[in-house]
């Protein structure tokens, strides 16, 4: 549907945490008065009923996705089926009737649990400042396959984590500087370069608001699975020490919380994990 300059405009200073919600509301009533185009009037009158009725809208919880699914060419892994898990988690705990029950006054958005995936660090959901951010990582490695030197996996990588030294027949990596995309594995012709491990680099505790602050990132790659159980965790804690609605984000302290009883299922992972 066609929108005016002046309805885009406006629809830009919508708090960008909800500004797909409104998007889709607006064309929604539009489309159902056979409108063809969403002028500023369209907007300021869905925007008036939405955030008036808020509440009704407030599921307990938020996960967004970048656009990986849709077949984005960054992407480094497939998170279909952790999105559905999630979401199944996330239901299974009623957090909405949690934030019901301990939140004073009616529900906003920023009451809810906020959670963003990026299939690779490009991070187009921006899962840096939700609660848990869960970021698709591919660690490359020096395989035995002799290499070309081609220097396609120098050109392809955007951080120069890459270099050929004067007398190297392979590729040295820079794993500090590695943000893990898995853009030099996909572009090397021979296979000298190869994926090590592939799965989910996890964040903790990204907010905005006043006192803004990135999430902190966990050591480690992980599987779906020990992903999921991680968020359960997160969720365990999060009804537990949340007394008036807080957000997770605010309660929680990376340096000490994940050594809490609550992280005990996942954190003997870590220590298995550790080389």
């Not at 992407?75 to 019901?100: A, I, N, P, W, Y």
């Not at 302290?253 to 009883?261: A, F, G, M, P």
Request: a positive charge; glycine letters at 6%.
């Amino acid at each position: 549907m066609k929108w005016t300059d002046e309805a885009e405009a406006a629809l830009g200073k919508v708090p960008f945490f909800v500004r797909k919600k409104v998007r889709a509301r607006v064309e929604k009533e539009a489309h159902e008065e056979n409108k063809t185009t969403v002028t500023l009037s369209e907007v300021r009158a869905t925007q008036s009923r939405f955030l008036s009725n808020m509440k009704s809208d407030i599921k307990g919880y938020q996960i967004e996705t970048c656009f990986g699914q849709t077949g984005c060419p960054n992407r480094c892994v497939s998170g279909d089926t952790l999105m559905e898990r999630l979401e199944h988690l996330f239901k299974s705990q009623d957090l909405l009737g949690f934030l019901r029950k301990n939140v004073k006054g009616d529900l906003k958005y920023h009451h809810e649990f906020r959670v963003g995936i990026a299939e690779c660090p490009n991070a187009c959901s921006q899962p840096q400042i939700r609660d848990i951010s869960i970021i698709g990582a591919s660690v490359p490695r020096v395989s035995d396959t002799p290499c070309t030197r081609c220097m396609a996996c120098v050109e392809t990588c955007k951080e120069s984590s890459i270099r050929f030294e004067p007398s190297s027949i392979k590729p040295d990596i820079d794993m500090m500087s590695c943000v893990t995309c898995g853009a030099c594995v996909e572009v090397c012709p021979t296979g000298t370069l190869a994926c090590r491990e592939s799965g989910y680099r996890v964040q903790l505790g990204g907010r905005l608001g006043r006192h803004p602050r990135l999430a902190q990132e966990i050591p480690g790659i992980f599987s779906e699975d020990q992903v999921v159980e991680l968020v359960r965790c997160c969720i365990l804690f999060y009804k537990k020490h949340s007394l008036n609605g807080e957000r997770f984000a605010r309660i929680f302290n990376l340096e000490t919380d994940l050594d809490s009883d609550i992280f005990s299922s996942f954190t003997s992972h870590l220590t298995r994990k550790a080389p």
